[in-house]
C-alpha cells in the first residue's frame, strides 16, 4: 500500500487547509476495521496522534486537542482521506503524516505503531 500526503502549507493563525492522502496498491479496505489516520510532528517532540477514520466511514476518531477545528473524512472512490483543519493555530505546526492499516482495534488506534503504511510527510506551518 503506497499513501500520497499533499495540501500542506504556509497560513495565517486562524485559517484553513486541507490535507488529502491518496491510497493505492493493495488495501483491506473491504475489511471493517482498515482505518486510516493522520498523525503529526513538531520539531523537537515525538509523533502525535491526530484523527483516524474507518474506511467504512461509520466511525473517526480525533485527540482532544484539535476536536471542533479537525474534520477527517473519506472518498471511497477516490481512495483518498482527508483532514479538514480550521480555526488553525501557531501550535499546529508541524509535518503532518497520514497512515493506514488493515487491522486495527479500538483501543490500538491511537498508537503510531499499529499502522503499518505511512505517506511521505507534508509540512504545515501556522503564523502567528
Known amino acids: 500500500v503506497q499513501l500520497q500526503a499533499s495540501g500542506g502549507g504556509l497560513v495565517q493563525a486562524g485559517g484553513s487547509l486541507r490535507l488529502s492522502c491518496a491510497a493505492s496498491g493493495r488495501t483491506g479496505r473491504t475489511s471493517s476495521r482498515f482505518v486510516m489516520g493522520w498523525f503529526r510532528q513538531a520539531p523537537g517532540k515525538e509523533r502525535e496522534f491526530v484523527a483516524a477514520?474507518?474506511?467504512?466511514?461509520?466511525?473517526?476518531y480525533s485527540a482532544d486537542s484539535v476536536k471542533g477545528r479537525f474534520t477527517i473524512s473519506r472518498d471511497n472512490a477516490k481512495n483518498t482521506a482527508y483532514l479538514q483543519m480550521n480555526s488553525l493555530k501557531p501550535e499546529d505546526t508541524a509535518v503532518y503524516y497520514c497512515?493506514?492499516?488493515?487491522?486495527?482495534?479500538?483501543?490500538?488506534?491511537?498508537?503510531?505503531?499499529?499502522?503499518?503504511?505511512w505517506g511521505q510527510g507534508t509540512l504545515v506551518t501556522v503564523s502567528s
Open positions: 497512515a493506514a492499516d488493515d487491522d486495527i482495534i479500538l483501543s490500538a488506534l491511537r498508537r503510531s505503531s499499529s499502522y503499518a503504511y
Open positions: 477514520i474507518r474506511w467504512s466511514g461509520t466511525y473517526t
